[in-house]
């Protein structure tokens, strides 16, 4: 392990920490790299000692992924830091729907959790509105998916996902729509057709409708737990990056939070916080606590943008930045009850984009106070960095 995570109690999670600011050099192939997408991490994907990781490339960083005899490690200065377990192409990739359209262009394998993005389309792209973090129109142009998944198409997929590659739960989310539910009902039908075809756990992801009883609805269909995604919780970030959003408000992503989980429960609802925006990181702290205190799992991730998207060329933050989050938040979470356990399915439960869960369980110290003081004997609380520039 590297010499900063000596006496840090943080193991894996340190170098995790450090990957997925600086990146991986890669002097043998791997073959997880995730191309386009709409969310916000555009990476590799791998296992690092057995922990679900995507790591984004990166030819200057100090650490190398190699190839060895009976595998690939990564390396820091000539010294082996980890193992490393890659994942082959899934053998439900190769086959095809009665009609003709590859299982690949309905559905993807990150890891061991079956994604899908149920509607290529949202409103808020390619105009003013549009995340700056954003490429959910880029794979839809390249060829590599379709327009719009149907629940029968995701169900047929999902049989094939769990029998032959193990898929563990499913994450199903969409553009966002005009409609009143802004696609809330499409794709909680797909996640519905999902579990019943498959059983398999399956988060749904969209915007908050317009009429709280459409979560109602949402619940009724048997889909296991909602993202609800804020991206930032700083207004000013949030009104230059995601303008669709900031309209919405945030004190209306809070109100969603909080009748969704009145249905679903604590820790079954999720929002992304996106580290590394410019955000104002004792705001997004403060937020985050008022989130889990409503029982809401705030995921904290670094920022890692979709090539080909506004922000392709904005730098992920440095672990000096996201770690002192990553614990505080912890903190608060581990207080609360919830971790990627009692996520159940979806980005809070797969992890791989965030070391967050990897912190809580290194044991960060319980908050004191709204941004935390820590517990005598504790892993040490580090100060939270000035924002980003």
């Avoid at 995570?5 to 995730?34: F, H, N, Y």
């Avoid at 960083?61 to 190699?66: C, V």
């Avoid at 230059?240 to 408000?249: C, E, I, W, Y």
């Avoid at 939070?257 to 992304?272: I, K, Q």
Wanted: aromatic share 6%; with cysteine; proline share 7%.
């Amino acid at each position: 392990m590297t010499a900063v995570d000596e006496g840090t109690g943080l193991g894996v999670a340190g170098l995790i920490m450090d990957l997925q600011s600086v990146g991986l050099r890669l002097e043998t192939d791997l073959e997880t790299s995730r191309q386009g997408g709409a969310g916000p991490s555009d990476s590799g994907m791998l296992w690092i000692d057995g922990v679900p990781v995507t790591v984004p490339p990166n030819e200057s960083s100090p650490y190398s992924l190699r190839a060895e005899d009976d595998g690939q490690g990564i390396y820091r200065d000539g010294i082996k830091v980890a193992s490393v377990a890659g994942t082959a192409r899934p053998r439900f990739y190769d086959l095809t729907t009665a009609d003709g359209v590859p299982y690949h262009q309905i559905a993807l394998l990150h890891l061991d959790s079956l994604a899908s993005t149920v509607v290529q389309a949202c409103n808020y792209w390619g105009n003013a509105d549009q995340c700056g973090f954003c490429g959910i129109g880029l794979s839809l142009a390249a060829g590599r998916t379709i327009a719009k998944k149907t629940p029968e198409m995701l169900a047929e997929v999902a049989v094939a996902a769990k029998e032959l590659d193990g898929a563990v739960d499913a994450t199903l989310t969409t553009g966002s729509s005009v409609a009143p539910d802004r696609g809330a009902l499409h794709v909680a039908r797909c996640g519905q057709a999902v579990k019943e075809a498959a059983g398999l756990p399956v988060e749904v992801q969209f915007e908050p409708p317009r009429d709280l009883s459409t979560i109602d609805e949402v619940h009724d269909m048997g889909v296991d737990a909602l993202g609800i995604h804020i991206e930032s919780f700083d207004p000013a970030v949030l009104a230059r990056v995601a303008p669709g959003k900031f309209r919405t408000g945030i004190e209306t992503y809070f109100r969603t939070w909080e009748h969704a989980v009145a249905l679903f429960g604590e820790g079954r609802v999720s929002t992304y916080v996106i580290l590394g925006m410019g955000e104002d990181p004792e705001l997004t702290v403060a937020m985050c606590r008022r989130a889990v205190d409503i029982g809401v799992y705030p995921f904290v991730v670094p920022l890692r943008p979709v090539a080909g998207s506004l922000m392709q060329d904005v730098p992920a933050p440095s672990r000096e930045y996201t770690e002192p989050i990553y614990r505080k938040v912890a903190g608060f979470l581990a207080e609360r009850g919830l971790g990627a356990d009692t996520a159940v399915a979806g980005c809070a439960r797969c992890q791989a984009c965030s070391s967050l869960n990897l912190v809580q369980q290194a044991g960060s110290p319980a908050p004191c106070g709204p941004t935390g003081g820590g517990a005598p004997g504790a892993a040490p609380l580090l100060q939270i960095g000035r924002r980003p520039a």
